[in-house]
Structure formats: C-alpha cells, structure tokens
Nanobody, 124 residues
C-alpha cells in the first residue's frame, strides 16, 4: 500500500512558477514509476509527466514540454513537478500517481495509487 500526499499548489500569475511535491509512504518507493496528471473543471484527467522508478527517463505531454520538469528523490520518497512559464490553461487540480514497475505511462488506468490532488490556479 502506498499513500501519496501532494503539496505546493496555489495561485500564481501567468508566467510565474510553482513547484509541486508528492510525498509517498512506505519503503518501496523506488519500485514505483511516478506520474503527474491534472484535471480542469469539466474536462477529463490528462497526463502531464512521468518518471521511471529509478529516475533518469522522463516523459511529458506536449502541452507542458519545455516548461515543466519532473524529478524524484528516492531517499526522501518524494516526486516533484517544477512548473515554469505557467499559463491560464494550466489551471487544474494536479494529482500524483504511483505505478508498480519501472516505467511510467500516460494512461491514468495504468497507475495503482493516487493522491488527493492539489489546486493550481494561474491568473491572466
């Protein structure tokens, strides 16, 4: 069982930056690939970024590529999402998710555990 708790969301002006954190419980964090997803009001949950279980390999949605960076610190059981050059269309609830195994995927159904989400609001 893995419990995930996101933090770092808030209100920011367009062009600003935020850093989201997701703290995981348990001793097997390094056995899980991690992903970030987001869901805006009235829209489906969408993939943002993913990182391999042991770090290194990452993947991003086209909409955030070049602006967002996913990283992880397995010693701290934490995954991060650095968000730069934020746009109003980035406004959403952001969720982190854990998938047992090496590789992350862009499919929400592939993930085993989810956090409760953190709100990110970007004003124009």
């Amino acid at each position: 069982q893995v419990q995930l708790v996101e933090s770092g969301g808030g209100l920011v002006q367009a062009g600003g930056s935020l850093r989201l954190s997701c703290a995981a419980s348990g001793r097997t964090f390094s056995s899980y690939a991690m992903g970030w997803f987001r869901q805006a009001p009235g829209k489906e949950r969408e993939f943002v970024a993913a990182i391999r279980c042991c770090g290194g390999s990452t993947s991003y949605a086209d909409s955030v590529k070049g602006r967002f960076t996913i990283s992880r610190d397995n010693a701290k059981n934490t995954v991060y999402l650095q968000m730069n050059s934020l746009k109003p269309e980035d406004t959403a609830v952001y969720y982190c998710a854990a998938r047992f195994g090496r590789w992350g995927t862009p499919k929400a159904n592939d993930y085993d555990y989810w956090g409760q989400g953190t709100q990110v609001t970007v004003s124009s």
